[in-house]
C-alpha cells in the first residue's frame, strides 16, 4: 500500500495524538508519549505556531511515521535552520523510503520558510544504526558533543527575570 506525507494544521489534533503514540512505540517510550497528553487546545496553538511542524506519513487513515521539527531563526543573520526532533516509522513499514520521503517533504517547507539548513543528531547505540545510515545517505556527518543541561527553578527563581 502506498503511503502520503501530510503537514498537519491546526485542525488535525487527532493525527497529531497519532503521530505521537506511533512516535512512542516506534521509540519504545509510550508513556513520555501518551502518559500525561497535552489539552487539544495545546496542540491547536503548537500546530498554528510559526516554529513547530509536523508531518505525517499516512497508508489510508493510519499514521505509519511522521517527523516533529522547529524552525529556529537566526539572528546572526535573516535565516533559520530546522531542527528534527522526532523521526520515526512504525517497525511494520520500514524500509518502505517512508523516512527519506519525510525528509524530503521537510526540505521543502524548509525550503518555503527560507532555512538554509536541516539538522538532526542520532545516538551512536546500536539502536540507531539504521538512523545514522539514513542521514549519512542524506547529509554531511558532524562531530558534535551533546549536552542535556536540567531546568530546575528554586524558590527563589519565582518571579526572577533573566539576569
Do not use: C, W
Not at 2 to 21: C, E, K, N, V, Y
Not at 37 to 43: E, H, T, W
Not at 144 to 158: G, K, P, T
Amino acid at each position: 500500500m502506498a503511503f502520503a506525507i501530510r503537514r498537519l494544521t491546526p485542525d488535525d489534533t487527532a493525527l497529531m495524538q497519532a503521530l505521537s503514540a506511533m512516535f512512542g512505540e516506534a521509540f519504545g517510550d509510550v508513556e513520555t508519549y501518551t502518559g500525561n497528553p497535552p489539552s487539544a487546545d495545546y496542540l491547536r496553538q503548537l500546530l498554528g505556531g510559526d516554529s513547530f511542524i509536523a508531518l505525517a506519513a499516512m497508508k489510508g487513515d493510519a499514521v505509519v511515521g511522521g517527523i516533529a521539527a522547529y524552525e529556529l531563526r537566526k539572528f546572526e543573520q535573516a535565516r533559520s535552520e530546522i531542527y528534527i526532533y522526532d523521526l520515526a516509522v512504525s517497525a511494520a513499514h520500514r524500509r518502505e523510503g517512508i523516512a527519506t520521503a519525510l525528509i524530503e517533504a521537510l526540505k521543502q517547507v524548509a525550503a518555503r520558510r527560507g532555512a538554509y539548513v536541516i539538522y538532526v543528531q542520532a545516538d551512536t547505540g546500536v539502536e540507531d544504526q539504521a538512523a545514522i545510515a539514513l542521514y549519512t545517505k542524506l547529509g554531511v556527518r558532524e562531530h558534535v558533543l551533546h549536552f542535556d543541561i536540567r531546568v530546575e527553578a528554586s524558590d527563589d527563581d519565582a518571579g526572577a527575570g533573566p539576569s
